[in-house]
């Protein structure tokens, strides 16, 4: 006859779990380790797997530590890879959505404008600043001079002014950069 092993307790508290850490830590990553054929994702889920059964408030009964910790491990495999399938899906969804819109500016689109608007901000250093803001409105918002001006608190005959001055700002810095 086999011997009987040891009774369990009947509920993990914090050091029974720590004891079950200890005795079988190393075993359950080895175990991952063969399954996921890298070892520091099998660390990371051994770790899950611990912390999991630290936050069950269940009471439970270990004879077969083993069993129970490939149990819990296979469960985290399981839950991450639907969250991976998931992110996967909705990384395709979007890469699907922003090749088939009409309009969806392309990286190379996005790296030109980007390039654009630094050297628009460059052209516009040592600006005034009610003549660089005039221009960023009128420009890139479409605002009217009128709308500028009350938003500015000028006349719009000073918006025109500021614009004037704005233009012929960049077109300065733009031919001598220096």
Known sequence: MPPIPPPCPPS???ASVGELYVEHNGWLTGWLRK??????NAADVAQDTFVRILATREQLGLREPKAFLATVARRLLIDRARRRAIEQAYLD???YLAESLDGFPSAEQVAAAVEALEQIAEALQGLASKA????????????????????LGVSTKMVQKYLVQALLHCHRRLEDPA
Request: charged content about 25%; aromatic content about 6%; overall charge neutral.
């Open 35 to 40: 399954r996921l054929g890298c070892s520091q």
């Open 132 to 151: 660089r803001q005039a221009f960023l409105w009128r420009q890139l918002d479409g605002l009217s001079h009128a709308e500028i001006a009350a938003r």
């Open 12 to 14: 993990l508290d914090a």
């Open 93 to 95: 969804e979007l890469q």
